[in-house]
């Protein structure tokens, strides 16, 4: 399943069209930068609630091809402009971490 795939699955908000037509291998859920440093892999996409610019450097060494931010959350100006410049692309989503998570997991298991 590809990035855009999963916007219009999950009715997402896209903030920068990054990515889209990267295939998505899984999805990793938290909000501890240091857990998904040592634990999200390659091409999985990042639920999290975090809304700051270490997302994006993350999101970049760890090669995670979106971000999804839960509830409504809305990124910091530089957040965005680094998530630019890496290529990764940023969704909002409106619901909270647990039901996201159950929609990818009955998309892309």
């Not at 037509?21 to 440093?37: H, I, N, P, Q, T």
């Not at 639920?47 to 610019?53: A, G, L, R, Y």
């Amino acid at each position: 399943m590809t990035v855009k795939e999963i916007i219009e699955k999950l009715d997402l908000q896209c903030l920068n069209e990054a990515n889209l037509d990267v295939e998505v291998s899984g999805a990793y859920a938290s909000d501890l930068l240091s857990d998904v440093m040592g634990n999200a892999r390659s091409g999985q996409v990042w639920v999290t609630m975090q809304t700051h610019k270490n997302v994006t450097a993350i999101a970049s060494l760890k090669d995670i091809p979106a971000v999804i931010l839960v509830r409504g959350g809305q990124p910091d100006d530089d957040m965005l402009e680094h998530a630019k410049d890496e290529d990764i692309c940023i969704l909002v989503s409106k619901d909270a971490t647990y039901q996201v998570c159950g929609k990818l997991y009955a998309l892309i298991g």
